[in-house]
C-alpha cells in the first residue's frame, strides 16, 4: 500500500514540475500570468489523462502478435484525441491575439510531445509486464521442479523389494506347521519392519539410531530366511545416535549387500555396518562380500546404487556423497550425510 | 518310484515343498540342492524325473542352470518373481507356483504333470525363451567336462559356427556351446556384437583393424591377433555399428 502511495506522490511531483516548466516558458516568451497558467494546467492534465488512458489500454489488453505497431497506434490515436482537446479546451478561454496565434501552431508540437510521453509509457508498462510475466513463470517453474523433486523422492524412498516380500512370507508359511512361534515372531518382525517402510509422515529426517533399528529388523528377517549362514554386526559410536539421517537413506545400500553378499554367494556371509560422526558428516559404512566368479562389479557406483546416490543428490545437490569400493572379495558402500543441516525445508 | 530335485536357496522354502510332498508318497525327493552349480551335478548323478526349481539363486539362477543339462527333466518352478515376469515361461513348465503357495495349488502341479507325462513337453523352446529372458544376459554359462564355466560377454573376443555347436573365443581359449548363431546374435547386444558373417560374431569393441581381402570382402583384426572374415552382407552392418 505504502509503495502505491509513494508512486503517486511521485506522479504528483512529477506533473507539478512539469506544470511549472511549461508555465515558465510561457512566461518566458511574454504571455500573460493567467494565459499561462491556464495553458500550462490544462495541457498538462490532459496529458497525464493520456498516459492513463495508454496505461490502462495495455494493462488489460496486450495483443500477442505486432504489439509494438499496435503500441504505435494506440498512442497516436490517443495523442491526437489529447491535442485536439487541449486545443478546443484552450480556445474557449478569452485570450490575446498573441495566445490564439500559439494555440493555432503549436498543436503539432503538443501532438508530438503527447506522442512521445505516451509511447513512453507504453513501453515502461510493457517491461514491467514483462517482468511480471517472467516472474509468474520462474515462480510456476520452481514449483513444478519442487513437485517433481518431491514425488521422487517419495518414490525413491518407497522402494520395496517385492522379493523380499514374497520370500518372507513364504518362510512364514513354511515355519507355521514346524515352528508356531518362530513364525509368530517373523509376522511381527515383518510388519515391523512394513509399518516402518511405508510410514507417510511428514518426516523425512529420523534419527540414526531409529533407521539402525529398521535395519536390524529387516537382517533380523533375513536371518530367518537365511540363518544358516548370515551373521551381521552393526557398531557404533554412541555419539552419532541423534545424528538426523534422512528416512530410508541406508535400506537400498543394505538390501544391496544382502543382494550381492547373500542371495549370490554360498557360504558363510557377514554384513557389517559402521556408524561414525566425523568433522561434520555421519558416515556409514556397509560391508558385504560379494563373489567374484560370479558377479563382476561395475563401474562407478556399480552395484545398482544409483537410486540412492540419485537420493543424495536431491536432497544436498552433491554427488560425492556416495562412494563404493572393492577391496579382494569385499565391497564397501560409504554414505556420508552432512550433519548440522539447514536444507531441513523441502517439505 | 518317482525321483525328485528340490532346488531353491532358502532351507525354509525347501521345506516347504518337503512338506506338500507328504502327502504323495510316490515321489521320493532324492536330494535337497542349494544353489545352480550343485543343482547341476544332482541332475547328472540322480537323473530325477522331476524338478522343483527357484529361479533366483547364487552362482547361477535357474534358468542357466537349466540352459547346461541337455535333456532336463519335467520342471516346476518355485519363485516369489512377479507373475508378469514369469509368464514368458508358463506355456513351457509342467507349472510354476508363486511363493508363498497352498497345498491345493501344488497338488494342482503335480496333477499337471501327471498328466503331461509321456507326452514330453517341448523343452527345446522353452530353454530358448528362457534364455532370452533370463534376468541377465551379462555372461553365458558353458561346461567344460564337469566343469562350468561363467564367461562375462564383455570377456568374449568372437564367436565361431562349428556344426551344432559355437564355438566361444576368450582370452582363456575356447568353449563350447550347443546353441545356434542364431540365438546368439538374439541374445547378445547388438550394439557389440555383431554378425560379421555367417559363421562368426565378432566383438567389434576389439576390432583393431580392417582390411580389404577380395573385391568387397574384408578381414577384421582383433586386439588378440585373430582375423575374422567379414562377408559382403556383414561389412555394412559393421559399418552401421561402428560408424565409419
Known sequence: MSKRIRGFLIAAAFLVLWIAGHFLLLREWGFSLRESITDA???NFINILCCAAVYVNLRYYRPARS????????CAMISAVGAAASRYVLGKFPNSEEYRLLLGRSTGLRFDLLLLLTCCVALISE????????REQEKREVNAARMAREAELFRLQQQLQPHFLFNSLNSISALVKSEPAQARKMILQLSEFLRGTLRKDEQHYVPLCDELKHLELYLEIEKVRFGHRLNTRIERDETVDDQPIPHMILQPA???AIKFGLYDTTGEVTIQIQARLTDNYTVVTIKNPFDPETSSPQQGTGFGLHSTQRRLFLLYSRNDLLSTEIDGNIFTTTIKIPAHDKSIDHR | MIKALIIDDEPLARSIVREYLESHAEICVVQECGDGFEGFKAIQQHKPDLIFLDVQMPKINGFEMLELVEQPPAIIFTTAFD????RAFERHAIDYLLKPFSQERFDKALAKWKEQQGSGPAHDIMLNTAAQNAPQNQRVIVKNGTHIKIIPVDDIHYLEAADDYVK????EGSFLKNRTMTHFSQVLDPTVFVRVHRSYIVNIKLITRLDPLEKESYQAMLTSGARIPVSRSGYPKLKSVLGF
Do not use: G, K, M
Open chain 1, 127 to 134: 517491461l514491467w509486464h514483462t517482468i511480471q510475466e517472467r
Open chain 1, 41 to 43: 494546467v490544462v495541457s
Open chain 2, 168 to 171: 566361444i573365443y576368450t582370452r
Open chain 1, 67 to 74: 504489439r509494438y505497431l499496435y503500441f504505435l497506434l494506440v
Open chain 1, 254 to 256: 543394505v538390501e544391496n
Open chain 2, 83 to 86: 507373475e508378469f515376469a514369469i
